[in-house]
């Protein structure tokens, strides 16, 4: 391994965008209620992972995305493989948390195949729209092309995760899921707009950082 590949930036995005929907698959077990808002207890984590991908895409390009996107994808398995073999083997007779325990990681199986169906989808097509959009558009813009990708990630990863696990989290009535839905993507993409500021930081950050290591 080189020097200037040790102190490139990539590796690190892409350990933090593990970390997060690693962690976010578990924080998305609790179904959460904030007034008239339904939501999961991912809702403050997960749109960090997005920003993490669209810095990635823009500045590495849609195949550095996809390799980030699957290796998130092959961590957070290893994650919940480890969690059930972890609540199968039998505990020493002084622990006596093993329900605990089993409540926290066993991550129910919807809520496992609704999570990674969501996150590679939408990951994936927000890296590719982003990519389409920087081909058509040209380098400028980086707004346009972040709101966009962005629309429509968030979107098709709300909705694949809502069809397949609202009922495991306790949503039951049309109107719970369309609220579910609605508050997911609006607040995601709120939250992509209200931090592109400092996406703008970190994609310059990061160029400069890869043109300086590449000089």
């Known amino acids: ?29 609790k179904g959460v209620e904030i007034g008239p808002l339904i939501t999961d207890g991912a809702f403050f ?3 960090l992972s997005y920003v993490i991908g669209d810095v990635i895409a823009e500045v590495y390009g849609f195949r550095a995305a996809r390799r980030a996107v699957f290796t998130g994808f092959g961590v957070a398995l290893l ?22 325990f089993a ?36 380098p400028n813009n980086l707004w346009a092309r972040l709101l966009g990708s962005t629309l429509v990630g968030e979107f098709a990863d709300t909705l694949i995760f809502c069809v397949i696990a609202a009922s495991v989290i306790g949503v039951e009535t049309a109107g719970q899921f369309a609220n579910y839905v609605l508050v997911g993507f609006v607040w995601k993409t709120l939250m992509e707009v209200v ?9 310059a950050w990061v160029r400069r950082t890869e043109r300086q290591l590449g000089a």
Not at 1 to 20: E, G, K, N, W
Not at 79 to 100: C, H, K, N, R
Request: with cysteine; charged share 10%; aromatic share 12%.
């Open 103 to 138: 409540a926290v990681l066993g991550l129910l199986p919807r809520i496992v195949v609704a999570s990674l169906a969501g996150y590679v989808v939408g990951q994936l097509l927000n890296a590719w729209v982003l990519q389409k959009m920087k081909e058509r558009l040209g």
């Open 1 to 29: 391994m080189t020097h200037a590949a040790t102190r490139s930036p990539y590796p690190v995005l892409v350990a933090v965008f593990c970390a997060v929907f690693l962690i976010s698959n578990i924080t998305a077990q």
């Open 195 to 203: 931090v592109m500021p400092l996406t703008y930081g970190a994609v």
């Open 79 to 100: 994650g919940v493989v480890s969690f059930y073999i972890a609540i199968w083997l039998p505990p020493a007779d002084f622990y006596d948390g093993q329900e605990t």
């Open 45 to 47: 984590l997960f749109p």
